[in-house]
């Protein structure tokens, strides 16, 4: 497979894509060679992306990365192929950049990390040419994950701090929120305690100056779930197994099915760490149920592989066997 055709895909081939696409009416068809790109085609794309994100947070990554594939090529392809106003230009990059986004999140999820990183940087582009500097700041504070993930946490510091001093002064508390999470995760994964501490702290007290502005589309997902599940995984890194544990267990029980699954494992190890073996088999089973059912993701299924090798001194256990003998029976996930 070509990681980059999303990019280049033209012709008839994108005529293809829109035939395919189940949503598509015939005026897609039709932008595709060349007529016009109304609002109302905008405004189908705008709910069609609503909707990917939102079966992305139940099901995960790896079931929907070839719909946000298909969805990517027809958005490029009207804005190569079809004619529009330069407002409806405007919105059709901005769609650009959070299916990218999307994609290549779900490249991530699914475990395609290389492929992810494309996706990202086809995403910073688009977002650059539609001109949404803070949707561009949040891109690059989620690029910088690959970054600490391969062992560079010191990149990945460099790449926030490059995000908050670019992002606009008109930012929303929110947006800096997330940006200033980013950030402490950075600063704990490169052995900073004391200022990730501090940027975990300014997290949340920009997200309680939200208030009720709206957050932007691509970020809407954002709340109490995501900090709590910072807040753990520094704290854990510290040895402050205890605050670790409850902060793990509010943003599991606050979180999509998707994210559940994955913050499952990271809960049980903690667990285990704080000498909980129940508990912690409790909260690897709670992952392995959402496995076994719609949940698909290569990175909930690695995290729990991990706690495995952690159960090591309790293989003995029947407990303990059992949760190993489903880990080992849940499908392969396919590449």
């Given at each position: 497979?070509?990681?980059?055709?999303?990019?280049?895909?033209?012709?008839?081939?994108?005529?293809?894509?829109?035939?395919?696409?189940?949503?598509?009416?015939?005026?897609?068809?039709?932008?595709?060679?060349?007529?016009?790109?109304?609002?109302?085609?905008?405004?189908?794309?705008?709910?069609?992306?609503?909707?990917l994100?939102?079966?992305?947070d139940?099901?995960?990554?790896?079931?929907?990365?070839?719909?946000?594939?298909?969805?990517?090529?027809?958005?490029t392809?009207?804005?190569?192929h079809?004619s529009?106003?330069?407002?409806?230009?405007?919105?059709?990059y901005?769609?650009?950049?959070?299916?990218?986004?999307?994609?290549?999140?779900?490249?991530?999820?699914?475990?395609?990390?290389?492929?992810?990183?494309?996706?990202?940087?086809?995403?910073?582009?688009?977002?650059?040419?539609?001109?949404?500097?803070?949707?561009?700041?949040?891109?690059?504070?989620?690029?910088?994950?690959?970054?600490s993930e391969?062992?560079?946490?010191?990149?990945?510091?460099?790449?926030?701090?490059?995000a908050?001093r670019?992002?606009?002064?008109?930012?929303?508390?929110?947006?800096?929120?997330?940006?200033?999470?980013?950030?402490?995760?950075?600063?704990?994964?490169?052995?900073?305690?004391?200022?990730?501490?501090?940027?975990l702290?300014?997290?949340?007290?920009l997200?309680?100056?939200?208030?009720?502005?709206?957050m932007?589309?691509?970020?809407?997902?954002?709340?109490?779930?995501?900090?709590?599940?910072?807040?753990?995984?520094?704290?854990?890194?510290?040895?402050?197994?205890?605050?670790?544990?409850?902060?793990?267990a509010?943003?599991?029980?606050?979180?999509v099915?998707?994210?559940?699954?994955?913050?499952?494992?990271?809960?049980?190890?903690?667990?285990?760490?704080?000498?909980?073996?129940?508990?912690?088999?409790?909260?690897?089973?709670?992952?392995?149920?959402?496995?076994?059912?719609?949940?698909?993701?290569?990175?909930?299924?690695?995290?729990?592989?991990?706690?495995?090798?952690?159960?090591?001194?309790?293989?003995?256990?029947?407990?303990?066997?059992?949760?190993?003998?489903?880990?080992?029976?849940?499908?392969?996930?396919?590449?």
């Amino acid at each position: 497979m070509d990681r980059r055709g999303f990019l280049t895909v033209t012709g008839t081939a994108m005529a293809a894509v829109a035939a395919s696409w189940a949503a598509a009416p015939e005026a897609f068809a039709q932008a595709l060679g060349g007529d016009r790109v109304t609002d109302r085609m905008a405004d189908t794309l705008e709910a069609r992306v609503a909707t990917l994100r939102t079966l992305d947070d139940q099901l995960g990554g790896a079931r929907l990365l070839e719909q946000a594939r298909a969805d990517l090529s027809l958005i490029t392809g009207l804005l190569q192929h079809g004619s529009c106003t330069d407002a409806v230009a405007a919105r059709l990059y901005g769609l650009a950049a959070e299916v990218s986004y999307l994609a290549g999140w779900m490249a991530y999820d699914s475990g395609l990390r290389s492929a992810g990183q494309l996706y990202y940087v086809g995403a910073l582009r688009a977002a650059r040419t539609a001109g949404n500097s803070v949707l561009g700041a949040f891109l690059l504070a989620e690029m910088g994950v690959h970054l600490s993930e391969g062992g560079r946490s010191a990149e990945r510091v460099g790449l926030v701090e490059t995000a908050l001093r670019n992002a606009p002064g008109d930012t929303s508390p929110g947006v800096r929120s997330y940006l200033e999470l980013h950030h402490a995760e950075s600063l704990s994964r490169d052995n900073l305690p004391a200022q990730a501490g501090a940027a975990l702290n300014r997290a949340f007290d920009l997200w309680e100056r939200q208030g009720a502005e709206e957050m932007p589309t691509w970020l809407a997902w954002y709340g109490e779930a995501q900090l709590r599940s910072t807040e753990g995984k520094i704290m854990l890194r510290s040895g402050q197994v205890d605050r670790a544990t409850d902060a793990l267990a509010a943003s599991v029980d606050r979180a999509v099915p998707r994210d559940q699954a994955v913050r499952s494992g990271r809960l049980a190890t903690a667990r285990l760490a704080g000498k909980d073996l129940d508990g912690a088999l409790d909260a690897a089973n709670r992952g392995l149920g959402l496995l076994e059912g719609k949940v698909q993701s290569a990175r909930a299924v690695d995290r729990l592989k991990k706690f495995e090798g952690y159960l090591r001194p309790h293989y003995a256990e029947p407990a303990v066997g059992a949760f190993r003998e489903r880990l080992r029976s849940l499908p392969v996930l396919a590449a």
